[in-house]
Each structure stands twice: as structure tokens, then as C-alpha cells.
């Protein structure tokens, strides 16, 4: 298996611009997780899927971040406008169930000026 | 919610050396502890993890022990090389909630 697939692996983009980061989950794995890591804040988790319904999307930080799972081998995460505070790495993670190992992508490296 | 504390952030020892790396956690109910290796670049990946239900693991260099009446658990590495320079992140899950420590850069010099 590849692996959870991340794309793309850098963006730099505008302030106001909408961003859209892709995953593709390990397949068969029912979990899939939206993190940001940042040096100040560390890890943090946005949202998590389960059969591609969200279940907590608690740790998403505003109303401009949304994320999509249409089908099980493909998740979205969107924002909309980027800030320059939106600057961070994001993984895409995905587990054969919520309690199992939580396998993760190379991430984004993302920077809005 | 699950609070979880690790120590120490950075870390620099002498290739041939050991390292430890402790993290506590604040939720009995947490069952299960991994432990996870971030290279520069890449995502997190993990080397080792731990259940409630065990106090102590191996595999090779690398250990990890829990005490869950104290709440905390270690990764313990013998014969460190300098591949093994990277941050290290426990977690710890309860309640379908995992938590992330905030990191150890382990740097091991040659």
C-alpha cells in the first residue's frame, strides 16, 4: 500500500485566496483525521471521519475551514479566505478504527502571505 | 478532557548513549499509548505503542513502559545513532480522544 497520499506537498498562495488540500486515505481504513501542526501550538486535531460521515469537527478553528469526504478514498479540506495565520503543515491520517494506530501523510506545508 | 504533559522538550545525547522521553496523561480512562517519530519533512510516523492492559514493550532499541497508577509511560532508546535524531510525539487515547504531547527534539550527536 502507498500509504496515506497527501497533494499538494507545498502551497503558497494570497491572503483572501481559497485553498483546497486533497487526501487519500490508506485503503479500508474506516478513520480519517485533519490535523495542523504549527510550532506554537503543536499538533492539533481539525476534524475526524468515520465511514466518511464527520464526527467531531470541534478543533476547526473557524467558519472559513471545511473539510468533505465524498467516498472513502478522498477527503478535502478547505479554506476559505486564507489568513496568513493559516500558515502551518496539515496531515491527513487515517486508522482502521478510532482506537487503532493513526497512519499519516508526508502533510502540506502551506504559507498564505 | 485528556491533558497530556511531555518531557523534556529537547534532548541531546552522544551516539551510543540512551534516551527517555516521559510524558504523563490526566484521563484514567485512556487505554492506549503510541508513539510516534517526525523527520524533518515528513509526517509522523509511528514506532511503538502500548495498551493499558501491559506494563512494558520492546522491539529492539526501543521501549516503551507504562504505570498507570502514576499515569505516565516512556520511550526509552539504547545504542542511540544519529538516525535517530528526530521529535518524538507520545499520545495518549481515551474516549475515542487522542491526545498529542508537544513533542521531544532528540538530537544525537556522533
Known amino acids: 500500500d502507498a500509504g496515506v497520499i497527501q497533494s499538494p506537498r507545498h502551497e503558497v498562495t494570497e491572503m483572501g485566496q481559497e485553498v483546497t488540500l486533497r487526501c487519500k486515505p490508506i485503503?479500508?481504513?474506516?478513520?480519517l483525521f485533519w490535523y495542523r501542526q504549527t510550532m506554537m501550538r503543536g499538533l492539533e486535531l481539525l476534524i475526524y471521519?468515520?465511514?466518511?460521515?464527520?464526527?467531531?469537527d470541534s478543533g476547526m478553528p473557524e467558519d472559513r475551514f471545511s473539510a468533505k469526504m465524498p467516498n472513502a478514498s478522498f477527503s478535502t479540506l478547505k479554506i476559505q479566505p486564507s489568513e496568513p495565520r493559516d500558515s502551518a503543515v496539515y496531515f491527513c491520517?487515517?486508522?482502521?478504527?478510532?482506537?487503532?494506530?493513526?497512519?499519516f501523510g508526508p502533510g502540506t506545508r502551506l504559507l498564505v502571505l | 478532557g485528556e491533558n497530556v504533559e511531555q518531557h523534556p522538550s529537547t534532548l541531546s545525547v552522544q551516539e551510543g548513549d540512551s534516551a527517555v522521553i516521559k510524558c504523563t496523561y490526566s484521563d484514567s480512562a485512556s487505554n492506549y499509548f503510541p508513539w510516534y517519530k517526525q523527520e524533518l519533512g515528513k509526517g509522523p510516523q509511528l514506532i511503538i505503542d502500548?495498551?493499558?492492559?501491559?506494563g512494558e514493550k520492546k522491539d529492539q532499541r526501543i521501549a516503551v513502559t507504562l504505570n498507570k497508577t502514576a499515569k505516565h509511560f516512556s520511550l526509552h532508546i539504547t545504542e542511540t545513532q544519529p538516525e535517530d535524531s528526530a521529535v518524538y510525539f507520545c499520545?495518549?487515547?481515551?474516549?475515542?480522544?487522542?491526545?498529542f504531547g508537544a513533542g521531544t527534539r532528540l538530537t544525537v550527536k556522533p
Open positions: 485503503s479500508g481504513h474506516d478513520y
Open positions: 471521519f468515520n465511514n466518511n460521515v464527520p464526527i467531531d
Open positions: 502500548i495498551r493499558s492492559n501491559v
Open positions: 491520517a487515517s486508522s482502521l478504527c478510532r482506537a487503532e494506530t493513526q497512519y
Open positions: 499520545a495518549a487515547l481515551a474516549n475515542n480522544d487522542m491526545r
